[in-house]
């Protein structure tokens, strides 16, 4: 909007230069995820988050006396588009990109990072990635320019079959997942660590279905009652995990569900009008409510600035404070002096202030994990979800080295 | 066995009576104006964000009456200002201009209503269970989904077939200037059909919302399946739309219980080498796994085979 | 269905002795041009945007061949693109860092031969029927392989998709093609090679016969020809160039993913191609160089670019239904009777309140969304770098005047403008 007057420029001029020059020795993080479209409301949350940080971090001096500036590219969530907006990003002087919607845009970024440094020996691009959980990427693809800060697939399907391990009642599981790569992922692991963990809990049922193609999920919950599970498995996310949930309540299934992402945009409203309280379990690096008393005063303070969508993603806030430590230790903004100042780092993360680290081997961090149900809340919980009056119930955490898996990352180190 | 059989066939009428629901209108325009309607998703959403803000103001059942009646008037506007004014160039820039329309609505509501699912709920009235069988509870809102749908199906049957206004819009398609020398408003007549078919997009909307998403992307979502329904049944045909929309609802549902693949039929693939790897995952997938693919499949084979649809009269 | 379009291809040289250059000299700017542009264009971001560019080129005039030329209106088009792309990608992965003597330059074969192959399977299928089945059956392939991708993971590479290093071919010339402008300039080359081979189909009889069958099917099946054939023969043909377009951008990218051959990449090259204009073979390469650009640029300046967009197509399906490329077109006969300076003071004289007009709708639209979707940046904005409070009624009035007054003046002029066009075009009929 500020420069809508660049329109008539732009049609003019193929390179499109920004038209205010900034400082040359700002702190410059590219922000590249969906800011148009659909996929845009949870694009736009994470920049709203970015740009909190950076002003927190600037009223207090900025990092090491620089300002911290966001610039946020919209990718439309196409791994194509994003290539290009990265080098966009390039061009105005990023060295930092920070993004986190979608595996296929975050393998896109990885490897062109990787390509790019490589080609360019004096360009140093790092990609820090909050959010895109393919194992692959921290595995047989890892890079490193590239650093995870969310739990990747197997991080997180080992943290839940460590808490399901304890859970006796537990006996008959099903899996179902959406039909794609994240989704097998997620089923295999799932398969494979039960067998180990829980030899004798059965899985009954290992169902996947097209992503984003169903409308009516009558006949897979028609399933699920026949199959007889007690616990049901998915990594459903969006419109998939809604209709999923809300067909589950309208047929009157009685099973506990146990979900990567029930705490994503629309997940709380539907679980809400499923009117299934206390049955819909997520795993994730935090939520509100865990009575730790830095993360309470953030979450309020952005809550007041952004009263729309007061959602608090803990991963970017970890990504940010360890990209900050990182450059402060290393008392330079240039990826190739703040890496090895990231690479094994310790840090007391943002949710409960657990211990965890940044394995130098693959680049993946290691944090507490919280096992939440999603119900009313107790009247000292203040932090509800989607204006729906319940909130996120802790019943269960996984310190970080009890979420530790191997990798069959090489990882290739420049010099 | 027989219980997931009964329970699949309740399945898929009550889903094949609401993609009937929603393509209704679609089949509507097409059969009367030769125009296929692109943008028919996107005054779904319409209806249902409609119906989700009226609802909260004024109750459900007030919902279920303005909401279509506005998008009619939607409808109507666009039909006059635009479609009618693109019509002269040709049917492609008749579907190009609905095509536009997606993307202009998609928009606006993301405005006015955000990126983010609303909280539209099934109306007290209708919150409770119909029935239970084998240990399964159908909500009465189903019920009133599947009821909705039928009267609408007999009430365009007789419209169309046995009144007057029925003969002239029909008429006013394969011979617009004959109409209007006998006097009838043939531009009149077709905005009309085009406001009463939008406004059948709003109903299902105002229905189908509280029982699946309603948010931004809802249109988009929905995807094609609405075109497979009125294309399979025959372009234009009504019946056909009505009796593809069960089949479709009775396939899908039945596909999902079946895990069957081609590995078990068949062992193991039979292929070895380089090739298998890739093929693997097509020999091991299973009936279930595809079963929301199957449409798509049933368009292709008879558009190929039967041209002119289930039901269709003629192969425009 | 019928398309009332004119086809705009000059006649075919019936001059004998026309002389080489006015033969290929146009060929001939096109290549210097396309040589000169990174030294105009020269930042990295640039050169990008115009590889890009080239490859939505060659994918936009590949769709012309269906929808200009032949009458056939796919949605999805996207699919011979993928797969040519997929392919390619899979053929550099094979002989990667062999002593396969291929080099990279001849890649882009593979997807021209992939896009063939599956331009002939579907194209059996759905060249059977025209008009909307034809549109609902491409539909339905579209949906079909899309959706095959998902479950063939290993075949197309999952969420993630098949990466490539175009690095690793064997190197010709000291060639490696690392750097970014050595692929701009194998793109500039292609693309050259393919436009100018549609070009040159355009003009052949089995191009005008394409025309015929988008005009006139029934009295191409009098004079004997099966329209069905042709139909095939022009789906498959466009299928090839829009593989020879996938191969590019996978040498472009490095990466192949299953949303490339998804219902958006097929939508988007519909929009380029109507916007740019459908009946003049320039007209796709125009659509193809704004679309790209608007894409990648417009969304730094509003977040709402897609309204924007969506209005602009659908003013070009109203208003302008030859696109970009027939305004200019109607253009060319005063440039050859020198009356273009009689029109262009009232071409001036309309586009300044249409511009007002836009600033004031756009104003409104950039106002609703600051205050329906951003709230939490509160009421206060910049607008031409004008500091306001949408909050208060003055902007609002404001802006509806613009609109207003700007939309009132700008239909006046047009009028004028129109006036002004049909006097000048009359002065060339007198003797």
């Known amino acids: ?415 | 066995m027989f219980e997931i059989l009964f329970i699949s066939t309740i399945n898929g009428v009550l889903y094949g009576m609401l993609l009937f629901l929603m393509a209704s209108g679609l089949t509507v325009i097409f059969s009367m104006m030769g125009v296929l309607n692109l943008a028919h998703a996107s005054f779904y959403m319409l209806g249902a964000f409609f119906g989700f803000e009226i609802t909260l103001h004024m109750g459900f059942w007030a919902g279920l009456v303005f909401a279509p009646l506005i998008v009619a008037g939607i409808g109507m506007v666009v039909e006059r200002y635009g479609l009618r004014h693109v019509h002269r160039h040709g049917h492609v820039a008749e579907l190009l201009f609905t095509f536009g329309l997606t993307f202009v609505i998609q928009e606006v509501v993301e405005m006015v209503w955000g990126k983010l699912p609303v909280d539209y709920r099934v109306p007290a009235s209708l919150d409770f269970s119909a029935f239970t069988v084998f240990a399964t509870t159908y909500p009465a809102f189903k019920i009133f989904a599947l009821l909705v749908s039928v009267v609408i199906f007999l009430a365009l049957l007789m419209v169309i077939r046995r009144t007057r206004i029925g003969l002239i819009v029909q008429a006013a398609l394969s011979h617009p200037d004959m109409v209007g020398m006998l006097g009838h408003n043939v531009d009149r007549v077709f905005m009309l059909v085009f406001g009463v078919g939008v406004a059948l997009a709003a109903v299902a909307g105002v229905i189908a919302g509280p029982v699946l998403v309603t948010q931004s992307n809802m249109a988009g979502l929905l995807g094609p399946i609405l075109f497979v329904v009125v294309v399979v049944g025959g372009l234009g045909s009504l019946g056909g739309a009505f009796v593809a929309s069960l089949l479709i609802g009775l396939v899908q549902t039945y596909a999902v219980a079946f895990n069957i693949s081609l590995a078990d039929v068949f062992g193991s693939s039979p292929l070895s080498g380089d090739v298998a790897f890739y093929l693997d995952d097509l020999w091991n997938v299973t009936v279930a796994q595809v079963a929301p693919i199957l449409p798509y499949l049933l368009l292709v084979l008879i558009l190929i085979f039967r041209p002119r649809g289930l039901m269709g009269t003629n192969n425009r | 269905m019928s398309q009332k379009t004119d086809m705009k291809i000059p006649a075919l040289p019936s001059d004998k002795r026309s002389s080489f250059l006015a033969r290929f000299g146009i060929w001939i700017v096109a290549a210097i041009v396309l040589a000169g542009l990174p030294y105009v264009f020269s930042s990295g971001l640039a050169v990008s945007t115009m590889c890009m560019m080239g490859t939505m080129i060659i994918f936009a005039l590949s769709y012309n061949m269906l929808l200009g030329q032949t009458g056939l209106l796919s949605f999805g088009h996207a699919v011979f693109f993928g797969l040519g792309g997929f392919l390619t990608a899979w053929a550099m992965n094979a002989v990667a860092g062999t002593s396969s003597p291929v080099p990279l330059f001849l890649f882009p074969i593979m997807g021209g031969f992939t896009g063939l192959v599956f331009g002939i399977i579907f194209g059996a299928v759905s060249t059977k029927r025209s008009g909307t089945a034809f549109a609902m059956i491409t539909l339905g392939i579209a949906e079909l392989v899309s959706s095959s991708a998902l479950i063939l993971r290993h075949f197309f590479g999952g969420e993630e998709g098949i990466t490539l290093d175009r690095t690793d071919m064997v190197q010709v010339l000291g060639l490696s093609f690392g750097p970014q402008i050595q692929v701009y300039y194998l793109i500039a080359v292609w693309c050259l090679i393919s436009v100018a081979a549609m070009y040159a189909i355009t003009c052949t009889p089995f191009g005008r016969i394409c025309n015929a069958v988008r005009d006139n099917p029934e009295r191409v099946r009098f004079i004997g020809y099966n329209t069905q054939t042709v139909r095939f023969m022009a789906f498959s043909l466009s299928g090839l160039f829009a593989g020879i377009g996938g191969g590019l951008a996978a040498i472009n990218f490095e990466i192949m993913n299953s949303a490339q051959m998804g219902v958006g990449e097929s939508g988007a090259v519909i929009l380029m191609t109507y916007i740019g204009g459908i009946g003049n073979f320039a007209g796709p390469i125009i659509g193809a160089i704004v679309v790209t650009y608007l894409q990648l640029m417009l969304s730094d300046v509003t977040d709402v670019w897609q309204l924007y967009f969506g209005l602009l197509f659908i003013g070009m399906v109203m208003y302008a239904p030859r696109g970009l490329a027939g305004l200019l077109a109607l253009q060319q006969p005063l440039l050859q009777t020198r009356q273009l300076h009689h029109v262009a003071p009232y071409y001036i004289l309309a586009l300044l309140p249409g511009l007002v007009a836009i600033s004031g709708l756009s104003m409104v639209i950039e106002m609703t969304y600051q205050l329906a979707v951003k709230t939490a940046a509160g009421p206060a904005m910049v607008f031409f770098y004008i500091p306001f409070n949408a909050n208060s009624p003055l902007p609002w009035i404001i802006a509806v005047i613009l609109f207003a007054v700007g939309t009132w003046l700008f239909l006046r002029a047009a009028r004028l403008a129109g006036d002004a066009y049909s006097q000048a075009l009359a002065w060339r009929k007198l003797p």
């Open chain 1, 1 to 415: 909007m500020k420069k809508l007057v660049a329109s008539t420029v732009l049609a003019l001029s193929v390179i499109g230069a920004s038209v205010v020059p900034a400082a040359a020795d700002n702190i410059k993080i590219g922000y590249v995820d969906p800011l148009s479209g659909g996929a845009a409301s949870i694009g736009q949350i994470g920049l709203n988050q970015l740009n909190f940080i950076a002003d927190t971090a600037n009223k207090n001096g900025g990092i090491n006396g620089e300002q911290v500036e966001v610039i946020g590219y919209d990718n439309q969530i196409n791994p194509q588009t994003s290539l290009v907006q990265v080098q966009k990003a390039i061009d105005e002087g990023v060295r930092i990109i920070i993004q986190g919607n979608g595996s296929s845009v975050g393998s896109a970024i990885e490897g062109f990072v990787a390509k790019y440094n490589r080609r360019n020996p004096d360009a140093h691009i790092v990609y820090l990635n909050y959010g895109a959980i393919d194992p692959v990427m921290t595995n047989d693809n890892c890079s490193y320019w590239h650093f995870g800060f969310d739990a990747n697939t197997n991080v997180k399907m080992a943290a839940l079959t460590n808490f399901i391990k304890q859970r006796a009642e537990i006996k008959k599981v099903y899996l179902i997942n959406q039909d794609y790569s994240f989704g097998h992922a997620v089923a295999d692991t799932a398969v494979s660590m039960l067998k180990e963990k829980r030899p004798d809990i059965e899985i009954v049922g290992n169902e996947f279905h097209p992503l984003v193609k169903i409308t009516d999920f009558s006949p897979y919950i028609a399933k699920i009652k026949a199959s007889g599970a007690d616990t049901v498995i998915t990594s459903n996310w969006g419109q998939d995990f809604s209709l999923l949930i809300k067909a589950a309540g309208q047929s009157g299934l009685d099973v506990n569900w146990y979900t990567y992402y029930a705490g994503a945009a629309g997940g709380p409203t539907a679980i809400k009008q499923a009117d299934m309280a206390g049955r819909v379990f997520q795993i994730n690096e935090g939520i509100s409510n865990l009575g730790y008393e830095p993360a309470e005063n953030t979450a309020r303070e952005y809550g007041a600035r952004y009263k729309d969508a007061p959602v608090l993603f803990p991963r970017i806030f970890n990504t940010t404070a360890m990209l900050f430590k990182a450059i402060e230790a290393a008392g330079s903004q240039d990826p190739a002096d703040f890496i090895p100042k990231l690479e094994g780092m310790k840090y007391a993360s943002f949710s409960a202030g657990g211990d965890s680290f940044m394995r130098k081997d693959d680049h993946q961090l290691f944090q507490p994990l919280y096992i939440s149900s999603f119900g009313p809340l107790a009247s000292d919980k203040a932090f509800d979800e989607e204006h729906t009056g319940w909130g996120w119930n802790k019943v269960g955490e996984i310190a970080a080295k009890d979420t530790v898996v191997p990798t069959t990352c090489k990882m290739k180190r420049p010099g």
